[in-house]
């Protein structure tokens, strides 16, 4: 009962310390946007930690924090090959093609009516196609390494990315493109000075949410064929051998690495779209 009453004492101070964060007038916006959610992370792994032992939880049900940690530190090498092996093989590369072809695609798509209106519905029916279908599919076709991870990721974000930059290159008035004709510009010259940098924040609004679908579908992905590397081929094996804490341990440094992506994107967007009122 110690465990759970110090669990207790914690939770409320951490909740304590965040409100009179939230409130104080005269905080620093920039220093609690860090301060606060890292309270909040700590105090819920602390609390998670106390109960783990308070109830003496079996690992295998679910391993404490400090096990995980433990076995970060343990499998640096393995956890680092992994990572590589999908995250910079499978959903960077993926990611890359998918949006690249997405937005080669919308240009083409914007300049020919009867193409936008064949692709969009497509593009629904494909975005609600399951993983889990799609996935063996690719493997059978380009084998197990990285290559169908990366196929798999393409098809992903190439929808999400395809349908909002569709959207922001209609985002521009009539006024706005006819001014422009009265300059003397064409499609192209109206295109990248005008309607793209309109259609940024639409583009980079399907590019974030693609971050976390490049990752869920390479790890998924490695789940139906993969070499002995792989962050998807760990989990599995690794649950199967019941080594949570091995499992938990990918899945820390997938979260690490999605964050890291979606905060990248958040920083590029920040730095286009400067002038957009949402980053004001």
Do not use: C
């Not at 620093?28 to 959610?37: C, F, G, K, S, Y």
């Not at 974000?157 to 959207?167: D, G, K, Q, R």
């Not at 499992?247 to 958040?266: D, K, L, P």
């Amino acid at each position: 009962m110690i465990w759970v009453l110090v669990a207790i004492v914690i939770w409320a101070l951490g909740w304590w310390i965040n409100i009179r964060l939230s409130n104080s007038a005269r905080s620093d916006e920039t220093l609690m946007r860090v301060a606060i959610p890292v309270i909040f992370g700590l105090t819920v792994v602390i609390v998670w930690e106390m109960l783990v032992h308070g109830f003496d939880v079996n690992p295998v049900i679910l391993p404490a924090p400090s096990s995980i940690i433990e076995r970060l530190g343990a499998e640096g090498p393995r956890l680092w090959a992994d990572f590589k092996q999908t995250i910079l093989k499978g959903a960077v590369s993926g990611y890359v093609i998918g949006g690249g072809a997405a937005l080669a695609v919308a240009v083409l798509a914007d300049r020919s009516d009867f193409l936008t209106r064949g692709i969009l519905p497509v593009g629904s029916f494909m975005a609600a196609l399951p993983i889990v279908g799609t996935a063996p599919i690719f493997v059978k076709w380009l084998g197990s390494d990285w290559e169908s991870k990366a196929a798999v990721v393409a098809v992903m974000v190439f929808f999400p990315i395809l349908v909002n930059t569709v959207a922001g290159l209609r985002d521009t008035s009539s006024m706005q493109r006819d001014l422009m004709r009265t300059y003397g510009a064409g499609y192209w010259p109206t295109l990248f000075k005008l309607r793209l940098p309109a259609a940024m924040p639409f583009m980079f609004n399907g590019l974030k949410i693609a971050t976390t679908l490049a990752l869920i579908g390479a790890i998924v992905a490695e789940f139906f064929g993969s070499p002995t590397v792989g962050m998807g081929f760990r989990i599995s094996t690794s649950f199967g051998q019941l080594a949570l804490d091995m499992v938990w341990a990918e899945i820390v440094v997938a979260a690490i690495a999605g964050s890291a992506f979606y905060g990248a994107m958040t920083l590029i967007e920040k730095r286009v779209t400067f002038w957009h009122p949402s980053q004001r």
